[in-house]
């Protein structure tokens, strides 16, 4: 049995597919890698820091927050906590993909939690509901090419970032909620979608308007998660009574 799955995970085929898969989802993230590097800059990072930073936190909104953070000379513990907060929902993406690759090696799935970003958990759930199993071949022809083009954006943002007259006066800092909006739909017919949404929308802008940024982030997630724990056992419990 192990050999078998080993034997699947290499299949160049899987990785050449997860190559293919990852392609919109590179594009897209393009401005974001530009607009980082750019802004990392213009916030007092050097150019290998951008880089850096691209390469280890590998989370485009943990690093919009840190590097806002470093403009404002903040305490560095508060900058860890703040980018601990927004990153928090990786958690939740780390116990959901946790149960898809329960067959891969230890190191394997260290790899793969490491390149679990938001885009990459996205295209995981949906192979996962149109092949079952995913395998590591196909994880990382999908998600190393979102890693690698990431960290090149940042670092070419940070070169020729300054070209930008004013990257928020151009509103390029806009197209993040709207990537992350696109994400959200392409959940939209699974069950309770509408109303965790509706919860996680509703204690977020309550906990920003109270606790602040970045904890609504959190906040909101988990309200969300709870409102699904809830409904799933009632769910269940219908389906059993009818």
Request: glycine share 10%; hydrophobic share 55%.
């Amino acid at each position: 049995m192990t050999a078998d799955i080993a034997k699947e995970s290499a299949r160049p085929r899987d990785f050449a597919q997860g190559v293919r898969d990852s392609v919109p989802v590179v594009v897209a993230a393009l401005p974001f890698g530009f607009l980082f590097g750019a802004l990392a800059v213009e916030n007092g990072l050097t150019v290998f820091e951008a880089v850096l930073m691209s390469a280890t936190v590998f989370a485009g909104a943990s690093q919009m927050v840190g590097i806002d953070l470093f403009g404002q000379k903040v305490a560095p513990w508060l900058i860890v906590l703040s980018i601990l907060a927004v990153n928090f929902r990786h958690v939740l993406y780390s116990a959901t993909t946790g149960r898809r690759i329960a067959h891969w090696g230890p190191v394997q799935r260290l790899l793969g939690f490491f390149l679990l970003a938001d885009p990459v958990f996205a295209e995981a759930e949906r192979r996962s509901e149109t092949h079952g199993r995913i395998t590591f071949g196909w994880y990382m022809g999908a998600a190393l090419p979102l890693y690698l083009c990431w960290v090149v954006e940042g670092w070419l943002g940070a070169l020729f970032g300054n070209l930008l007259p004013d990257a928020h006066a151009l509103g390029i800092d806009f197209l993040l909620p709207i990537y992350f909006l696109g994400l959200v739909m392409s959940f939209r017919r699974r069950s309770f979608w509408l109303p965790v949404v509706l919860m996680s929308a509703a204690v977020s802008m309550l906990a920003y308007s109270t606790v602040g940024s970045p904890w609504h982030v959190s906040i909101g997630a988990i309200a969300g998660v709870a409102l699904a724990a809830v409904m799933a056992p009632n769910a269940r419990g219908r389906e059993e009574d009818s």
